[in-house]
Protein backbone atom coordinates (compact mmCIF):
# COMPACT_ATOMS: atom_id res chain seq x y z
CA UNK A 1 0.00 0.00 0.00
CA UNK A 2 1.31 3.83 -0.96
CA UNK A 3 2.05 5.44 2.55
CA UNK A 4 1.30 9.05 2.54
CA UNK A 5 3.94 11.92 3.31
CA UNK A 6 4.74 12.99 6.89
CA UNK A 7 3.51 16.49 5.65
CA UNK A 8 0.32 15.29 4.33
CA UNK A 9 -0.75 12.98 7.11
CA UNK A 10 -0.30 16.21 9.54
CA UNK A 11 -2.41 18.21 7.28
CA UNK A 12 -4.92 15.23 7.51
CA UNK A 13 -5.15 15.51 11.24
CA UNK A 14 -5.03 19.14 11.37
CA UNK A 15 -8.59 18.79 9.38
CA UNK A 16 -10.06 16.10 11.40
CA UNK A 17 -9.53 17.46 14.51
CA UNK A 18 -11.38 21.32 13.38
CA UNK A 19 -13.86 18.87 11.76
CA UNK A 20 -14.77 17.28 14.47
CA UNK A 21 -14.08 20.03 17.21
CA UNK A 22 -17.91 20.43 18.69
CA UNK A 23 -18.35 24.04 19.24
CA UNK A 24 -20.69 26.32 18.83
CA UNK A 25 -19.79 29.66 17.05
CA UNK A 26 -21.37 32.88 18.12
CA UNK A 27 -22.41 33.85 14.67
CA UNK A 28 -25.76 33.33 12.49
CA UNK A 29 -29.63 32.56 14.67
CA UNK A 30 -31.39 29.97 14.93
CA UNK A 31 -35.10 29.41 15.15
CA UNK A 32 -36.54 29.52 18.17
CA UNK A 33 -39.24 26.10 17.36
CA UNK A 34 -36.41 24.10 16.28
CA UNK A 35 -32.71 24.69 16.58
CA UNK A 36 -29.73 23.01 18.12
CA UNK A 37 -28.92 22.27 21.73
CA UNK A 38 -25.04 21.72 23.60
CA UNK A 39 -24.81 18.57 22.39
CA UNK A 40 -25.36 19.45 18.71
CA UNK A 41 -28.52 17.50 18.53
CA UNK A 42 -31.94 19.25 17.18
CA UNK A 43 -34.62 20.03 19.42
CA UNK A 44 -38.19 20.90 18.63
CA UNK A 45 -40.53 23.10 20.48
CA UNK A 46 -44.33 22.26 20.34
CA UNK A 47 -46.94 25.42 20.50
CA UNK A 48 -50.12 25.32 22.77
CA UNK A 49 -51.93 22.80 20.13
CA UNK A 50 -49.19 20.27 19.96
CA UNK A 51 -48.26 21.25 16.59
CA UNK A 52 -44.45 20.92 15.95
CA UNK A 53 -42.44 20.62 12.63
CA UNK A 54 -41.98 17.48 12.02
CA UNK A 55 -38.56 14.90 11.06
CA UNK A 56 -38.60 15.51 6.96
CA UNK A 57 -35.47 13.03 6.70
CA UNK A 58 -36.91 9.90 6.24
CA UNK A 59 -37.85 11.04 2.29
CA UNK A 60 -36.25 9.54 -0.70
CA UNK A 61 -35.00 6.14 -1.97
CA UNK A 62 -34.52 3.80 1.23
CA UNK A 63 -35.83 6.41 3.00
CA UNK A 64 -32.15 8.00 2.92
CA UNK A 65 -30.67 5.16 4.43
CA UNK A 66 -28.85 4.26 1.73
CA UNK A 67 -27.38 5.50 -1.37
CA UNK A 68 -28.52 5.01 -4.70
CA UNK A 69 -26.97 2.20 -6.40
CA UNK A 70 -24.62 2.25 -9.40
CA UNK A 71 -26.16 -0.60 -11.57
CA UNK A 72 -24.06 -2.40 -14.39
CA UNK A 73 -25.20 -2.05 -17.74
CA UNK A 74 -26.38 -5.39 -19.48
CA UNK A 75 -27.61 -4.13 -22.53
CA UNK A 76 -26.47 -1.27 -24.90
CA UNK A 77 -28.68 -0.05 -28.23
CA UNK A 78 -28.58 2.38 -30.14
CA UNK A 79 -31.07 4.61 -32.72
CA UNK A 80 -33.29 2.89 -34.93
CA UNK A 81 -35.12 5.47 -38.16
CA UNK A 82 -38.40 5.79 -37.43
CA UNK A 83 -40.36 4.56 -34.15
CA UNK A 84 -38.59 3.50 -31.52
CA UNK A 85 -41.19 2.50 -28.84
CA UNK A 86 -41.15 -1.21 -29.64
CA UNK A 87 -37.30 -1.10 -30.06
CA UNK A 88 -36.64 -0.08 -26.42
CA UNK A 89 -39.68 -1.55 -24.94
CA UNK A 90 -38.46 -5.00 -26.34
CA UNK A 91 -34.99 -4.27 -24.90
CA UNK A 92 -36.38 -3.43 -21.79
CA UNK A 93 -38.42 -7.25 -21.62
CA UNK A 94 -35.19 -8.71 -22.50
CA UNK A 95 -33.86 -7.30 -19.30
CA UNK A 96 -37.29 -8.21 -17.24
CA UNK A 97 -35.69 -11.63 -18.16
CA UNK A 98 -32.63 -11.57 -16.05
CA UNK A 99 -33.26 -12.76 -12.14
CA UNK A 100 -33.02 -10.12 -10.05
CA UNK A 101 -29.71 -10.58 -7.39
CA UNK A 102 -29.70 -10.14 -4.16
CA UNK A 103 -30.22 -6.50 -4.11
CA UNK A 104 -33.42 -6.61 -6.39
CA UNK A 105 -31.63 -5.55 -9.12
CA UNK A 106 -31.22 -6.89 -12.85
CA UNK A 107 -29.06 -4.30 -14.84
CA UNK A 108 -28.90 -1.29 -16.64
CA UNK A 109 -30.11 -0.55 -20.14
CA UNK A 110 -27.80 1.81 -21.96
CA UNK A 111 -29.30 3.85 -24.90
CA UNK A 112 -26.24 5.30 -27.06
CA UNK A 113 -26.23 9.03 -28.12
CA UNK A 114 -28.63 9.82 -30.53
CA UNK A 115 -32.49 10.83 -30.96
CA UNK A 116 -34.87 7.90 -30.27
CA UNK A 117 -38.35 9.04 -31.84
CA UNK A 118 -41.00 7.48 -29.86
CA UNK A 119 -44.86 7.53 -30.55
CA UNK A 120 -46.11 5.47 -28.41
CA UNK A 121 -45.32 5.07 -24.52
CA UNK A 122 -41.85 3.67 -22.93
CA UNK A 123 -43.20 1.53 -20.02
CA UNK A 124 -40.63 0.20 -17.59
CA UNK A 125 -42.97 -2.90 -15.31
CA UNK A 126 -40.38 -4.89 -13.72
CA UNK A 127 -38.46 -4.79 -10.25
CA UNK A 128 -34.49 -3.39 -10.90
CA UNK A 129 -34.47 -2.05 -14.16
CA UNK A 130 -32.42 1.04 -14.74
CA UNK A 131 -32.99 3.24 -18.29
CA UNK A 132 -30.09 4.86 -18.86
CA UNK A 133 -28.68 7.31 -21.47
CA UNK A 134 -25.83 9.32 -22.16
CA UNK A 135 -26.47 12.53 -20.93
CA UNK A 136 -29.61 14.99 -20.70
CA UNK A 137 -27.90 17.74 -23.24
CA UNK A 138 -29.27 18.70 -26.49
CA UNK A 139 -26.67 17.30 -28.61
CA UNK A 140 -27.38 14.05 -30.06
CA UNK A 141 -24.14 13.20 -30.76
CA UNK A 142 -23.27 12.84 -27.30
CA UNK A 143 -26.97 12.83 -25.61
CA UNK A 144 -29.50 10.73 -25.40
CA UNK A 145 -32.62 12.04 -26.84
CA UNK A 146 -35.95 10.59 -26.11
CA UNK A 147 -38.55 12.49 -28.77
CA UNK A 148 -42.30 12.37 -28.41
CA UNK A 149 -43.87 12.98 -31.88
CA UNK A 150 -47.46 11.02 -31.29
CA UNK A 151 -50.37 13.44 -30.99
CA UNK A 152 -52.36 10.96 -28.80
CA UNK A 153 -49.82 9.71 -26.14
CA UNK A 154 -50.43 10.64 -22.62
CA UNK A 155 -46.80 10.05 -21.32
CA UNK A 156 -43.51 9.96 -22.70
CA UNK A 157 -42.05 6.99 -19.97
CA UNK A 158 -43.88 5.21 -17.41
CA UNK A 159 -42.18 3.55 -14.39
CA UNK A 160 -43.90 1.02 -11.69
CA UNK A 161 -46.87 -1.10 -11.82
CA UNK A 162 -49.27 1.92 -13.27
CA UNK A 163 -51.89 1.68 -11.25
CA UNK A 164 -53.21 4.85 -8.98
CA UNK A 165 -54.65 2.45 -6.38
CA UNK A 166 -53.43 5.40 -3.51
CA UNK A 167 -52.68 1.45 -1.38
CA UNK A 168 -56.10 0.88 -0.84
CA UNK A 169 -55.71 -3.21 -0.82
CA UNK A 170 -56.20 -4.83 2.12
CA UNK A 171 -54.82 -7.69 3.97
CA UNK A 172 -58.04 -9.58 4.89
CA UNK A 173 -58.97 -9.75 8.62
CA UNK A 174 -55.78 -7.21 9.32
CA UNK A 175 -57.99 -3.93 10.17
CA UNK A 176 -57.77 -2.83 13.38
CA UNK A 177 -58.00 0.70 15.40
CA UNK A 178 -55.77 2.55 16.54
CA UNK A 179 -57.18 3.25 20.82
CA UNK A 180 -54.32 5.59 21.53
CA UNK A 181 -56.32 9.04 22.25
CA UNK A 182 -54.20 10.69 20.29
CA UNK A 183 -50.68 10.81 17.70
CA UNK A 184 -49.63 14.03 16.87
CA UNK A 185 -47.69 15.56 14.41
CA UNK A 186 -44.30 14.38 14.39
CA UNK A 187 -44.81 11.00 16.65
CA UNK A 188 -44.34 7.45 15.53
CA UNK A 189 -46.13 5.00 18.30
CA UNK A 190 -49.15 4.36 19.26
CA UNK A 191 -51.48 1.27 20.62
CA UNK A 192 -54.00 -0.24 18.48
CA UNK A 193 -56.98 -3.28 19.32
CA UNK A 194 -55.13 -6.02 18.07
CA UNK A 195 -51.67 -6.28 17.49
CA UNK A 196 -51.98 -10.32 16.44
CA UNK A 197 -52.09 -9.95 12.48
CA UNK A 198 -49.00 -7.80 12.56
CA UNK A 199 -45.10 -8.18 12.50
CA UNK A 200 -41.94 -5.79 12.17
CA UNK A 201 -40.85 -5.24 8.74
CA UNK A 202 -45.03 -4.98 7.63
CA UNK A 203 -46.24 -2.64 5.42
CA UNK A 204 -49.21 -0.41 6.93
CA UNK A 205 -51.80 1.92 6.09
CA UNK A 206 -52.50 4.63 8.13
CA UNK A 207 -56.75 5.60 7.83
CA UNK A 208 -57.66 8.56 9.63
CA UNK A 209 -61.39 8.54 8.25
CA UNK A 210 -62.88 12.20 7.14
CA UNK A 211 -65.89 12.22 9.48
CA UNK A 212 -68.13 15.53 10.19
CA UNK A 213 -66.33 15.94 13.71
CA UNK A 214 -63.16 16.25 12.21
CA UNK A 215 -64.65 18.51 9.26
CA UNK A 216 -66.12 20.83 11.47
CA UNK A 217 -62.73 21.02 13.45
CA UNK A 218 -60.92 22.33 10.08
CA UNK A 219 -64.15 24.66 9.05
CA UNK A 220 -65.14 21.77 6.22
CA UNK A 221 -62.20 22.65 4.43
CA UNK A 222 -61.90 26.34 4.60
CA UNK A 223 -63.19 26.85 0.99
CA UNK A 224 -65.07 30.32 1.29
CA UNK A 225 -67.98 29.60 -0.50
CA UNK A 226 -70.03 32.56 0.05
CA UNK A 227 -67.48 34.97 -1.02
CA UNK A 228 -67.14 36.98 -4.15
CA UNK A 229 -66.03 34.51 -7.08
CA UNK A 230 -67.33 31.40 -5.51
CA UNK A 231 -69.77 29.32 -8.01
CA UNK A 232 -72.48 28.01 -5.97
CA UNK A 233 -73.01 24.35 -6.38
CA UNK A 234 -69.68 23.77 -6.73
CA UNK A 235 -67.68 25.48 -4.92
CA UNK A 236 -68.79 23.98 -1.48
CA UNK A 237 -67.53 23.15 2.14
CA UNK A 238 -65.80 19.86 2.05
CA UNK A 239 -68.17 16.87 2.51
CA UNK A 240 -67.83 13.76 4.80
CA UNK A 241 -65.35 10.67 3.60
CA UNK A 242 -63.97 13.10 0.45
CA UNK A 243 -60.75 13.58 2.13
CA UNK A 244 -59.46 11.06 4.02
CA UNK A 245 -56.04 11.38 5.68
CA UNK A 246 -52.98 8.06 4.78
CA UNK A 247 -50.40 7.27 5.78
CA UNK A 248 -47.94 4.68 4.23
CA UNK A 249 -45.32 3.25 6.53
CA UNK A 250 -43.91 0.27 7.67
CA UNK A 251 -43.48 -1.24 11.50
CA UNK A 252 -40.40 -1.18 12.89
CA UNK A 253 -41.15 -2.54 16.57
CA UNK A 254 -44.11 -3.96 18.65
CA UNK A 255 -44.39 -3.73 22.55
CA UNK A 256 -47.67 -5.10 23.93
CA UNK A 257 -50.44 -3.11 21.80
CA UNK A 258 -47.89 -0.32 20.76
CA UNK A 259 -46.66 -0.22 17.59
CA UNK A 260 -43.84 1.86 16.50
CA UNK A 261 -43.31 3.16 12.61
CA UNK A 262 -40.83 4.20 10.52
CA UNK A 263 -41.69 7.46 9.27
CA UNK A 264 -43.76 9.86 11.99
CA UNK A 265 -47.46 11.03 11.14
CA UNK A 266 -47.57 14.41 9.31
CA UNK A 267 -50.80 15.32 10.88
CA UNK A 268 -52.55 14.88 14.47
CA UNK A 269 -54.80 11.43 15.01
CA UNK A 270 -57.43 12.69 17.42
CA UNK A 271 -59.77 9.93 18.59
CA UNK A 272 -62.36 12.03 19.15
CA UNK A 273 -62.32 13.33 16.00
CA UNK A 274 -61.77 10.57 14.33
CA UNK A 275 -61.80 6.79 15.24
CA UNK A 276 -58.16 6.04 13.08
CA UNK A 277 -57.23 2.30 11.68
CA UNK A 278 -54.38 0.46 10.02
CA UNK A 279 -54.51 -2.10 7.87
CA UNK A 280 -51.95 -4.16 6.02
CA UNK A 281 -51.40 -3.27 2.73
CA UNK A 282 -50.87 -6.52 0.19
CA UNK A 283 -48.27 -4.35 -1.65
CA UNK A 284 -50.33 -5.64 -5.08
CA UNK A 285 -48.51 -4.17 -8.12
CA UNK A 286 -45.69 -1.98 -6.52
CA UNK A 287 -42.62 -1.88 -8.61
CA UNK A 288 -38.91 -1.67 -6.19
CA UNK A 289 -35.25 -0.08 -8.08
CA UNK A 290 -36.19 1.10 -10.82
CA UNK A 291 -34.01 3.89 -12.27
CA UNK A 292 -34.01 6.07 -14.68
CA UNK A 293 -30.78 8.57 -15.19
CA UNK A 294 -28.73 10.51 -18.01
CA UNK A 295 -31.51 11.24 -20.55
CA UNK A 296 -33.44 14.39 -22.20
CA UNK A 297 -36.96 14.04 -22.82
CA UNK A 298 -38.36 16.30 -25.98
CA UNK A 299 -41.73 16.87 -26.86
CA UNK A 300 -42.51 17.54 -30.36
CA UNK A 301 -45.49 20.58 -30.61
CA UNK A 302 -47.16 22.49 -33.12
CA UNK A 303 -45.66 25.85 -31.86
CA UNK A 304 -44.08 26.50 -28.28
CA UNK A 305 -46.60 28.57 -26.81
CA UNK A 306 -50.70 27.16 -26.38
CA UNK A 307 -50.71 23.86 -28.13
CA UNK A 308 -51.65 21.46 -26.45
CA UNK A 309 -52.26 18.28 -28.96
CA UNK A 310 -49.29 16.30 -27.49
CA UNK A 311 -47.55 14.66 -24.40
CA UNK A 312 -48.70 15.74 -21.30
CA UNK A 313 -46.20 14.36 -19.06
CA UNK A 314 -42.71 13.92 -19.54
CA UNK A 315 -41.71 10.57 -16.85
CA UNK A 316 -44.17 8.98 -14.60
CA UNK A 317 -43.72 7.37 -11.24
CA UNK A 318 -46.63 5.40 -10.79
CA UNK A 319 -47.26 2.49 -7.94
CA UNK A 320 -43.77 2.40 -7.27
CA UNK A 321 -41.48 2.48 -4.26
CA UNK A 322 -37.65 3.25 -3.99
CA UNK A 323 -36.91 4.17 -7.35
CA UNK A 324 -34.89 6.54 -8.54
CA UNK A 325 -34.63 9.75 -11.78
CA UNK A 326 -31.20 11.55 -12.12
CA UNK A 327 -29.54 13.66 -14.26
CA UNK A 328 -32.64 13.91 -16.83
CA UNK A 329 -34.05 16.92 -18.75
CA UNK A 330 -37.89 16.96 -19.70
CA UNK A 331 -39.00 20.01 -22.29
CA UNK A 332 -42.51 20.71 -23.95
CA UNK A 333 -44.76 18.83 -21.44
CA UNK A 334 -48.24 20.19 -21.26
CA UNK A 335 -48.47 18.78 -17.46
CA UNK A 336 -45.84 17.69 -15.61
CA UNK A 337 -41.89 16.96 -16.46
CA UNK A 338 -42.17 14.61 -13.55
CA UNK A 339 -44.93 13.25 -12.09
CA UNK A 340 -45.88 10.86 -8.84
CA UNK A 341 -48.67 9.03 -8.01
CA UNK A 342 -49.08 5.76 -5.66
CA UNK A 343 -45.48 6.47 -5.13
CA UNK A 344 -43.41 6.30 -1.77
CA UNK A 345 -39.54 6.68 -1.09
CA UNK A 346 -38.75 8.04 -5.18
CA UNK A 347 -35.89 10.40 -5.58
CA UNK A 348 -36.08 12.99 -8.11
CA UNK A 349 -32.53 14.66 -8.33
CA UNK A 350 -30.62 17.26 -10.78
CA UNK A 351 -33.66 16.98 -13.21
CA UNK A 352 -34.95 19.42 -15.23
CA UNK A 353 -38.24 20.55 -16.11
CA UNK A 354 -38.06 22.90 -18.87
CA UNK A 355 -40.74 25.12 -21.10
CA UNK A 356 -44.00 23.77 -20.85
CA UNK A 357 -46.06 23.95 -23.77
CA UNK A 358 -50.25 24.77 -23.23
CA UNK A 359 -52.37 27.02 -22.55
CA UNK A 360 -51.51 29.13 -19.11
CA UNK A 361 -54.54 28.00 -17.33
CA UNK A 362 -55.68 24.99 -14.48
CA UNK A 363 -54.37 21.85 -14.61
CA UNK A 364 -51.39 22.55 -16.71
CA UNK A 365 -47.65 23.49 -16.47
CA UNK A 366 -46.92 21.54 -12.51
CA UNK A 367 -43.59 20.96 -13.59
CA UNK A 368 -42.75 18.79 -11.12
CA UNK A 369 -46.13 17.49 -9.44
CA UNK A 370 -46.51 15.18 -6.43
CA UNK A 371 -49.67 13.58 -7.29
CA UNK A 372 -52.11 11.61 -5.58
CA UNK A 373 -50.67 9.07 -3.07
CA UNK A 374 -47.23 10.59 -3.29
CA UNK A 375 -45.27 9.89 0.17
CA UNK A 376 -41.48 10.45 0.93
CA UNK A 377 -41.11 11.99 -2.09
CA UNK A 378 -37.00 13.79 -2.55
CA UNK A 379 -36.67 16.36 -5.45
CA UNK A 380 -32.62 17.31 -4.92
CA UNK A 381 -30.81 20.33 -6.89
CA UNK A 382 -33.74 20.40 -9.75
CA UNK A 383 -34.69 23.12 -12.02
CA UNK A 384 -37.59 24.33 -13.44
CA UNK A 385 -38.65 27.39 -16.02
CA UNK A 386 -41.96 28.97 -17.52
CA UNK A 387 -44.27 26.55 -15.47
CA UNK A 388 -47.22 27.53 -13.47
CA UNK A 389 -46.45 25.77 -10.33
CA UNK A 390 -43.38 24.41 -10.53
CA UNK A 391 -42.74 22.57 -7.23
CA UNK A 392 -46.22 21.63 -6.43
CA UNK A 393 -48.53 19.56 -3.65
CA UNK A 394 -51.16 18.09 -6.06
CA UNK A 395 -52.19 15.08 -4.33
CA UNK A 396 -54.66 16.54 -1.59
CA UNK A 397 -54.45 14.33 1.60
CA UNK A 398 -53.18 11.28 0.56
CA UNK A 399 -50.25 12.97 -0.23
CA UNK A 400 -47.45 14.09 2.34
CA UNK A 401 -43.72 13.80 3.26
CA UNK A 402 -42.06 15.45 0.58
CA UNK A 403 -38.75 17.76 0.26
CA UNK A 404 -37.86 19.98 -2.46
CA UNK A 405 -34.40 20.57 -1.56
CA UNK A 406 -31.92 23.37 -3.13
CA UNK A 407 -34.15 23.80 -6.21
CA UNK A 408 -34.44 26.54 -8.37
CA UNK A 409 -37.41 28.10 -10.27
CA UNK A 410 -37.19 30.78 -12.96
CA UNK A 411 -40.30 32.29 -15.18
CA UNK A 412 -42.84 31.01 -13.01
CA UNK A 413 -46.43 32.28 -13.84
CA UNK A 414 -47.76 31.89 -10.39
CA UNK A 415 -46.67 30.26 -7.06
CA UNK A 416 -44.73 26.98 -6.39
CA UNK A 417 -47.52 25.97 -3.27
CA UNK A 418 -49.68 23.39 -1.23
CA UNK A 419 -52.30 23.05 -4.00
CA UNK A 420 -55.18 21.49 -2.85
CA UNK A 421 -57.39 19.73 0.32
CA UNK A 422 -54.97 19.30 2.86
CA UNK A 423 -51.86 17.84 1.12
CA UNK A 424 -49.54 17.70 4.73
CA UNK A 425 -45.33 17.60 5.71
CA UNK A 426 -44.03 19.61 2.88
CA UNK A 427 -40.72 21.04 3.07
CA UNK A 428 -39.69 23.96 0.44
CA UNK A 429 -35.61 24.09 1.63
CA UNK A 430 -32.92 26.27 -0.22
CA UNK A 431 -35.97 26.99 -2.40
CA UNK A 432 -34.47 29.75 -4.94
CA UNK A 433 -36.41 31.85 -7.37
CA UNK A 434 -34.11 33.01 -9.88
CA UNK A 435 -35.97 35.78 -11.20
CA UNK A 436 -40.03 37.01 -11.01
CA UNK A 437 -42.53 37.77 -10.61
CA UNK A 438 -43.55 38.41 -13.89
CA UNK A 439 -45.19 41.59 -14.83
CA UNK A 440 -48.97 41.59 -14.86
CA UNK A 441 -49.71 37.98 -12.68
CA UNK A 442 -50.16 37.62 -9.06
CA UNK A 443 -46.65 38.49 -7.13
CA UNK A 444 -46.89 34.97 -5.35
CA UNK A 445 -44.00 32.92 -5.98
CA UNK A 446 -44.33 30.46 -2.81
CA UNK A 447 -47.69 29.69 -1.06
CA UNK A 448 -48.49 27.55 2.55
CA UNK A 449 -51.80 29.18 2.57
CA UNK A 450 -55.93 28.79 1.94
CA UNK A 451 -57.01 28.82 -1.60
CA UNK A 452 -60.55 28.63 -0.57
CA UNK A 453 -62.58 28.41 -3.61
CA UNK A 454 -59.78 28.57 -5.97
CA UNK A 455 -60.15 25.35 -8.53
CA UNK A 456 -62.56 23.04 -7.30
CA UNK A 457 -62.62 24.06 -3.29
CA UNK A 458 -59.27 23.30 -2.58
CA UNK A 459 -59.61 25.02 0.34
CA UNK A 460 -56.72 24.42 2.86
CA UNK A 461 -54.18 23.08 0.73
CA UNK A 462 -51.73 22.51 3.01
CA UNK A 463 -50.58 21.70 6.52
CA UNK A 464 -48.10 20.72 8.73
CA UNK A 465 -45.40 21.92 6.21
CA UNK A 466 -43.05 24.52 6.19
CA UNK A 467 -40.93 26.97 4.01
CA UNK A 468 -37.04 27.46 5.25
CA UNK A 469 -34.72 29.51 4.32
CA UNK A 470 -36.44 30.31 0.88
CA UNK A 471 -35.77 33.42 -1.53
CA UNK A 472 -38.25 34.59 -3.38
CA UNK A 473 -36.91 37.61 -4.78
CA UNK A 474 -38.74 40.63 -5.18
CA UNK A 475 -42.02 38.16 -5.31
CA UNK A 476 -44.19 37.18 -2.23
CA UNK A 477 -44.28 34.34 0.33
CA UNK A 478 -47.61 33.36 1.91
CA UNK A 479 -47.83 31.38 5.32
CA UNK A 480 -51.07 30.81 6.70
CA UNK A 481 -52.33 29.07 9.92
CA UNK A 482 -54.36 25.75 8.98
CA UNK A 483 -57.28 25.28 11.67
CA UNK A 484 -55.67 22.05 14.69
CA UNK A 485 -52.54 22.69 12.36
CA UNK A 486 -49.57 24.95 11.06
CA UNK A 487 -47.52 26.25 8.20
CA UNK A 488 -44.05 27.84 8.72
CA UNK A 489 -41.46 30.10 6.79
CA UNK A 490 -38.14 30.67 8.91
CA UNK A 491 -35.60 32.20 7.52
CA UNK A 492 -36.73 33.56 4.28
CA UNK A 493 -35.73 36.00 1.87
CA UNK A 494 -38.26 38.13 -0.56
CA UNK A 495 -40.22 41.29 -1.12
CA UNK A 496 -43.20 40.55 1.06
CA UNK A 497 -43.26 37.39 3.75
CA UNK A 498 -46.28 37.25 4.92
CA UNK A 499 -49.95 35.87 5.93
CA UNK A 500 -52.86 37.30 7.90
CA UNK A 501 -54.31 39.93 5.27
CA UNK A 502 -52.07 39.27 2.35
CA UNK A 503 -53.46 36.63 0.42
CA UNK A 504 -56.94 36.26 -1.25
CA UNK A 505 -58.51 33.88 1.04
CA UNK A 506 -58.36 36.15 5.13
CA UNK A 507 -56.79 33.35 7.15
CA UNK A 508 -54.67 33.82 10.33
CA UNK A 509 -50.96 33.98 9.55
CA UNK A 510 -48.88 30.90 9.84
CA UNK A 511 -45.36 31.14 12.18
CA UNK A 512 -43.51 33.10 10.40
CA UNK A 513 -39.55 33.85 11.82
CA UNK A 514 -36.17 35.37 10.98
CA UNK A 515 -37.65 37.16 7.53
CA UNK A 516 -35.25 38.43 5.41
CA UNK A 517 -32.13 38.27 8.30
CA UNK A 518 -29.29 36.19 6.92
CA UNK A 519 -27.13 33.82 8.59
CA UNK A 520 -30.25 30.92 9.92
CA UNK A 521 -28.46 28.07 11.23
CA UNK A 522 -28.67 25.19 9.72
CA UNK A 523 -28.67 26.37 6.28
CA UNK A 524 -30.87 22.95 5.48
CA UNK A 525 -33.54 21.84 7.79
CA UNK A 526 -33.51 18.91 5.58
CA UNK A 527 -29.84 18.38 5.66
CA UNK A 528 -29.30 18.74 9.58
CA UNK A 529 -32.62 16.01 10.45
CA UNK A 530 -30.81 13.68 8.38
CA UNK A 531 -27.48 13.99 9.95
CA UNK A 532 -29.30 14.15 13.57
CA UNK A 533 -31.60 11.16 12.53
CA UNK A 534 -28.34 9.18 11.89
CA UNK A 535 -26.44 10.53 15.11
CA UNK A 536 -23.52 12.26 13.51
CA UNK A 537 -22.16 14.98 15.64
CA UNK A 538 -22.61 18.03 14.36
CA UNK A 539 -19.54 19.37 13.03
CA UNK A 540 -18.35 23.46 12.83
CA UNK A 541 -18.95 22.89 9.31
CA UNK A 542 -22.61 21.59 9.86
CA UNK A 543 -23.09 24.41 12.50
CA UNK A 544 -21.73 27.66 10.64
CA UNK A 545 -22.37 26.49 7.20
CA UNK A 546 -24.94 29.63 6.63
CA UNK A 547 -21.89 31.74 6.94
CA UNK A 548 -20.25 29.73 3.95
CA UNK A 549 -18.47 31.98 0.72
CA UNK A 550 -19.23 31.13 -2.31
CA UNK A 551 -16.48 29.08 -3.26
CA UNK A 552 -16.68 27.29 0.37
CA UNK A 553 -17.53 23.45 0.15
CA UNK A 554 -18.77 21.52 3.52
CA UNK A 555 -17.88 17.53 4.35
CA UNK A 556 -20.51 16.41 6.69
CA UNK A 557 -19.67 13.29 9.38
CA UNK A 558 -20.30 10.32 7.07
CA UNK A 559 -23.00 7.44 8.64
CA UNK A 560 -23.55 5.39 9.97
CA UNK A 561 -20.63 5.71 12.18
CA UNK A 562 -19.20 3.63 13.40
CA UNK A 563 -20.17 1.24 10.39
CA UNK A 564 -20.35 -2.37 9.23
CA UNK A 565 -19.51 -2.82 6.34
CA UNK A 566 -20.44 0.10 4.29
CA UNK A 567 -20.80 4.29 5.01
CA UNK A 568 -21.63 7.11 2.76
CA UNK A 569 -19.44 9.67 2.61
CA UNK A 570 -21.17 13.04 2.58
CA UNK A 571 -20.41 16.75 0.95
CA UNK A 572 -21.95 19.34 -0.73
CA UNK A 573 -20.20 21.57 -4.06
CA UNK A 574 -20.97 25.21 -4.50
CA UNK A 575 -20.44 24.36 -8.21
CA UNK A 576 -19.88 21.34 -10.31
CA UNK A 577 -16.40 19.75 -9.71
CA UNK A 578 -14.45 16.61 -10.25
CA UNK A 579 -13.87 15.10 -6.89
CA UNK A 580 -11.30 12.67 -5.92
CA UNK A 581 -11.93 10.69 -2.72
CA UNK A 582 -9.21 9.15 -0.59
CA UNK A 583 -9.43 6.29 2.37
CA UNK A 584 -6.02 6.22 4.13
CA UNK A 585 -5.80 3.98 7.69
CA UNK A 586 -4.16 6.13 11.20
CA UNK A 587 -0.31 5.00 10.13
CA UNK A 588 -1.06 6.96 6.52
CA UNK A 589 -1.33 3.97 4.50
CA UNK A 590 -3.58 4.17 1.58
CA UNK A 591 -6.34 1.76 1.75
CA UNK A 592 -9.07 2.94 -1.37
CA UNK A 593 -9.38 5.20 -3.57
CA UNK A 594 -11.97 7.24 -6.52
CA UNK A 595 -10.87 9.47 -8.94
CA UNK A 596 -12.44 12.18 -11.09
CA UNK A 597 -15.86 11.88 -9.85
CA UNK A 598 -18.29 14.22 -11.27
CA UNK A 599 -19.54 16.08 -8.37
CA UNK A 600 -22.70 18.25 -9.08
CA UNK A 601 -23.84 21.45 -7.15
CA UNK A 602 -25.63 20.67 -3.81
CA UNK A 603 -25.50 17.49 -1.83
CA UNK A 604 -23.47 14.80 -3.02
CA UNK A 605 -22.66 11.53 -1.15
CA UNK A 606 -20.19 8.49 -2.02
CA UNK A 607 -20.66 4.74 -0.52
CA UNK A 608 -17.64 3.30 0.59
CA UNK A 609 -17.89 -0.43 1.02
CA UNK A 610 -15.10 -0.78 3.25
CA UNK A 611 -13.38 -2.64 1.05
CA UNK A 612 -9.61 -1.83 -0.42
CA UNK A 613 -8.73 -1.09 -4.18
CA UNK A 614 -7.86 -4.72 -4.85
CA UNK A 615 -11.61 -5.19 -3.48
CA UNK A 616 -10.68 -6.98 -0.15
CA UNK A 617 -12.46 -6.01 3.34
CA UNK A 618 -10.45 -3.88 5.47
CA UNK A 619 -9.90 -4.56 8.78
CA UNK A 620 -11.74 -3.11 12.12
CA UNK A 621 -10.10 0.27 12.93
CA UNK A 622 -10.48 3.85 12.68
CA UNK A 623 -10.22 5.26 9.50
CA UNK A 624 -9.86 8.93 7.66
CA UNK A 625 -11.40 9.93 3.94
CA UNK A 626 -9.98 13.04 2.32
CA UNK A 627 -12.66 15.26 -0.31
CA UNK A 628 -10.59 16.40 -2.57
CA UNK A 629 -12.63 18.95 -5.17
CA UNK A 630 -11.89 22.10 -6.93
CA UNK A 631 -12.38 24.07 -3.86
CA UNK A 632 -10.03 22.50 -1.78
CA UNK A 633 -9.40 19.13 0.78
CA UNK A 634 -11.63 18.31 3.78
CA UNK A 635 -11.29 15.20 6.00
CA UNK A 636 -13.31 13.45 8.41
CA UNK A 637 -13.06 10.41 10.61
CA UNK A 638 -14.65 6.96 10.97
CA UNK A 639 -14.76 3.86 12.92
CA UNK A 640 -15.02 0.59 10.99
CA UNK A 641 -16.95 -1.92 13.47
CA UNK A 642 -16.59 -6.22 12.58
Not at 454 to 483: F, M, R
Not at 564 to 584: A, C, E, G, I, R
Request: charged share 20%.
Amino acid sequence: MQRLSLINIIVLFFFVVMLNTNISLAQGWQSEIVHYDDNGKLVYVKDIEGNRIPDFSFVGYKNGNDTIPYVPVVKTISPISGDNTSHINSAILELAAIPLNSAGIRGALLLEPGIYEVKNIIYIQFDGIILRGSGDGSDPSANTIIYATSTSQKHVIRAGGGSESKWSNQTAGSKTNIVSDSVLVGENEFEVEDVSSYKVGDNIIIYHPCTEEWLKSIDYGGTHPTESGAEPGIDIPWTVDEQPLIFNRFITAIDGNKITIDVPVYNHLIRSLSQSYIYKFTRTGIRTNIGIENLRVDIKTKNLTTDEDHAEDAINIIQAEDCWVRNCTALHFTVSGFKTATATRITIENCKALDPVSEITGGNRYNFNTYTASQQILFKDCSATNGRHHYVSNGMSWTSGVVFYNCTSSGAYTSSEGHRRWSMGFLWDNHTELDGPRAGVNPRLLGLYNRGHYGTSHGWSIANSVAWNCDVKNGELIVQKPPTAQNYGIGCTGKKIAGSGEATFNEPAGYIEGSNTPGLNPQSLYMAQLADRQNAVVSVDQKTDGLAGPNDFRVYNNYPNPFNPSTNLLFDLPKMSKVNVTVVDILGNKIFTIKNLNGHIGFNTVLWNGEDNNAMPVNSGVYIYMIETDFGIKCGKMLLLK
